[in-house]
C-alpha cells in the first residue's frame, strides 16, 4: 500500500503544485487540508504517514496545528515538515519547539522535496 | 537548455520545478469558480510563483483611451500612476502585448532596489488588462527566464478567468474587487493607448 502525505495550505495554487510534485514524482497518495484546523481533523481520520504544512494559514496557522497532532496519541508520531517562506527561516526556531521535524522554503523545487520526502518515507 | 533532456534525478523536463509551476498555475486560472476566485489565484501564481505581494491590476478602457485601477494586493493604488511608472516606451510595449520590466538603480532608501513587471492580459490579439507586479520579496532579486514563462501564461490565459464575459467587450464593465491595498483611484490617462 502506498505511503500517505497530508499536504495543508491556504493557497490553491500552491495546493496544486505540491500535488503535481507528488503525483508525478513520487508513488505516495496524498490528501489535502486548507488551514491547520482541518489538517488537525484530517491528521487523526487519515493518519498519514506525514504531513506537508504551510505555516501561515488562516483558521490555525502550522505551528499551532503541529503543536496539536503532538498532543494527540494518533498523530504524535507522524513526521511534520513546515512549508515556509525563506523571509520566515528565522521563525523556524519556534517550529521546531511546537514539534515539526523538518522545513522546506518557498518557492518549492521538486527536487529538494522528493529527496526530503524519500529521506522520511523511502523511495 | 534542452526542455526533453532528463534532468540528474531521471524524471523528464516536463516534471521540472518550472514545467510543475506552469502547469498548476494554467489549471488554476482555468479552474477558477469566479471572478473573485480568479483573482485570488492570480495573487496566489504571483506569491508563490513570481515572488511578489504587491500587485495592481489595471483594465484598459479603450472607449476612454485610459486605464482604470480594478483590484490591487498589498499597494494602495490611489497615488499610483501607472503611465509614468512604465513610461513612455514601456507602455506601448506592453500595449503590444509584450511584457515590460523596470529596474532601477536604488531606492531612496539607499538600498538596492529590484525589479518591477508590467504584463499585459490579453484577449483576442489585444491588451485589456496590465498586471502590475510592484516590489519582490526580499528572497527573490530579479525575474528570471522561467518568470518571463509565467508571464506569457498570464498575458496568454487570464484575461478570461478574470473578466468573464465582459473581456470580450474591450469595455470598462466599472466593477472592482475590494482586497488589502485597493481603494484604486479610476481612470488613469496616458499614452499608448492605440499602439
Same mark, same amino acid.
Given at each position: 500500500?502506498?505511503?500517505?502525505?497530508?499536504?495543508?495550505?491556504?493557497?490553491?495554487?500552491?495546493?496544486?503544485?505540491?500535488?503535481?510534485?507528488?503525483?508525478? &514524482?513520487?508513488?505516495?497518495?496524498?490528501?489535502?487540508?486548507?488551514?491547520?484546523? #482541518?489538517?488537525?481533523?484530517?491528521?487523526?481520520?487519515? &493518519?498519514?504517514?506525514?504531513?506537508?504544512?504551510?505555516?501561515?494559514?488562516?483558521?490555525?496557522?502550522?505551528?499551532?496545528?503541529?503543536?496539536?497532532?503532538?498532543?494527540?496519541?494518533?498523530? &504524535? #508520531?507522524?513526521?511534520?515538515?513546515?512549508?515556509?517562506?525563506?523571509? #520566515? #527561516?528565522?521563525?523556524?526556531?519556534?517550529?521546531?519547539?511546537?514539534?515539526?521535524?523538518?522545513?522546506?522554503?518557498?518557492?518549492?523545487?521538486?527536487?529538494?522535496?522528493?529527496?526530503?520526502?524519500?529521506?522520511?518515507?523511502?523511495? | 537548455?534542452?526542455?526533453?533532456?532528463?534532468?540528474?534525478?531521471?524524471?523528464?523536463?516536463?516534471?521540472?520545478?518550472?514545467?510543475?509551476?506552469?502547469?498548476?498555475?494554467? +489549471?488554476?486560472?482555468?479552474?477558477?469558480?469566479?471572478?473573485?476566485?480568479?483573482?485570488?489565484?492570480?495573487?496566489?501564481?504571483?506569491?508563490?510563483?513570481?515572488?511578489?505581494?504587491?500587485?495592481?491590476?489595471?483594465?484598459?478602457?479603450?472607449?476612454?483611451?485610459?486605464?482604470?485601477?480594478?483590484?490591487?494586493?498589498?499597494?494602495?493604488?490611489?497615488?499610483?500612476?501607472?503611465?509614468?511608472?512604465?513610461?513612455?516606451?514601456?507602455?506601448?510595449?506592453?500595449?503590444?502585448?509584450?511584457?515590460?520590466?523596470?529596474?532601477?538603480?536604488?531606492?531612496?532608501?539607499?538600498?538596492?532596489?529590484?525589479? $518591477?513587471?508590467?504584463?499585459?492580459?490579453?484577449?483576442?490579439? $489585444?491588451?485589456?488588462?496590465?498586471?502590475?507586479?510592484?516590489?519582490?520579496?526580499? $528572497?527573490?532579486?530579479?525575474?528570471? @527566464?522561467?518568470?518571463?514563462?509565467?508571464? $506569457?501564461?498570464?498575458?496568454?490565459?487570464?484575461?478570461?478567468?478574470?473578466?468573464?464575459?465582459?473581456?470580450?467587450?474591450?469595455?470598462?464593465?466599472?466593477? +472592482?474587487?475590494?482586497?488589502?491595498?485597493?481603494?484604486? +483611484?479610476?481612470?488613469?490617462? @496616458?499614452?499608448?493607448?492605440?499602439?
Amino acid at each position: 500500500m502506498s505511503k500517505k502525505i497530508l499536504v495543508v495550505d491556504d493557497s490553491k495554487t500552491a495546493l496544486m503544485m505540491e500535488r503535481e510534485i507528488l503525483e508525478r &514524482r513520487t508513488p505516495y497518495q496524498c490528501v489535502t487540508a486548507s488551514d491547520g484546523r #482541518e489538517a488537525v481533523a484530517k491528521a487523526q481520520q487519515e &493518519r498519514p504517514d506525514l504531513v506537508l504544512m504551510d505555516v501561515v494559514m488562516p483558521n490555525m496557522n502550522g505551528f499551532e496545528a503541529c503543536k496539536m497532532m503532538r498532543q494527540q496519541a494518533g498523530t &504524535r #508520531e507522524i513526521p511534520i515538515v513546515l512549508v515556509t517562506t525563506r523571509g #520566515e #527561516e528565522s521563525y523556524m526556531e519556534a517550529g521546531f519547539q511546537s514539534g515539526c521535524n523538518d522545513y522546506i522554503t518557498k518557492p518549492i523545487d521538486s527536487n529538494e522535496l522528493v529527496a526530503l520526502l524519500q529521506s522520511y518515507l523511502g523511495e | 537548455m534542452n526542455r526533453e533532456k532528463n534532468n540528474a534525478s531521471g524524471h523528464s523536463a516536463a516534471n521540472s520545478t518550472s514545467e510543475l509551476q506552469l502547469g498548476a498555475a494554467r +489549471k488554476r486560472l482555468a479552474e477558477s469558480t469566479g471572478q473573485e476566485d480568479a483573482i485570488d489565484g492570480l495573487r496566489e501564481i504571483v506569491a508563490t510563483f513570481l515572488g511578489s505581494e504587491e500587485l495592481g491590476l489595471f483594465r484598459v478602457d479603450r472607449s476612454a483611451s485610459n486605464f482604470q485601477a480594478f483590484w490591487s494586493f498589498g499597494i494602495d493604488l490611489e497615488e499610483y500612476d501607472l503611465v509614468a511608472a512604465l513610461g513612455a516606451a514601456g507602455l506601448q510595449r506592453v500595449m503590444r502585448g509584450e511584457h515590460h520590466v523596470e529596474v532601477s538603480a536604488r531606492e531612496h532608501s539607499g538600498a538596492l532596489s529590484k525589479a $518591477q513587471a508590467f504584463v499585459p492580459i490579453r484577449f483576442a490579439n $489585444q491588451t485589456v488588462a496590465i498586471l502590475a507586479i510592484l516590489r519582490l520579496l526580499p $528572497q527573490k532579486l530579479a525575474f528570471d @527566464g522561467h518568470d518571463i514563462e509565467l508571464f $506569457q501564461l498570464l498575458s496568454d490565459e487570464a484575461a478570461t478567468p478574470l473578466f468573464g464575459e465582459s473581456v470580450s467587450g474591450l469595455s470598462m464593465s466599472g466593477s +472592482k474587487v475590494s482586497g488589502p491595498g485597493a481603494d484604486a +483611484k479610476p481612470a488613469t490617462g @496616458g499614452p499608448g493607448m492605440s499602439a
